[in-house]
Nanobody, 121 residues
């Protein structure tokens, strides 16, 4: 069994900051890439940021310059620091992790249940 659990969402005023966490637990050998996505009501889920196991990061349009992704491999945890939040950042934020469970298996992507971020004006 593998669990991917996000936390840290909530209500914040425009211009404020939040840090989301994503913890992977269960029967895992290694967590490869970890990604943050978000889904705005009525729109498709979109990629926000990605980080490799070595720490290489990449950002999609929504959060470039304002969001920072990081991770702690020892804790199988990824973070998303969001600064200068805007109303349009209001969404459910999801963590997606590429997980290898055994030495002989490939890796598979698992999703968390999401955490709501609401930015008020």
């Amino acid at each position: 069994q593998v669990q991917v659990v996000e936390s840290g969402g909530g209500l914040v005023q425009a211009g404020g900051s939040l840090t989301l966490s994503c913890v992977v637990s269960g029967n895992i050998l290694r967590v490869e890439n970890m990604n943050w996505y978000r889904q705005i009501p009525g729109k498709q889920r979109e990629l926000v940021a990605t980080i490799t196991r070595r720490g290489t990061t990449d950002y999609a349009g929504p959060g470039q310059g304002r969001f920072t992704i990081s991770r702690d491999n020892a804790k199988n945890t990824a973070y998303l620091r969001m600064n200068s939040l805007k109303r349009e950042d209001t969404a459910v934020y999801y963590c997606n992790a590429d997980i290898k469970q055994t030495r002989d298996s490939g890796s598979w992507f698992y999703w968390g249940q999401g955490t709501q971020v609401t930015v008020s004006s």
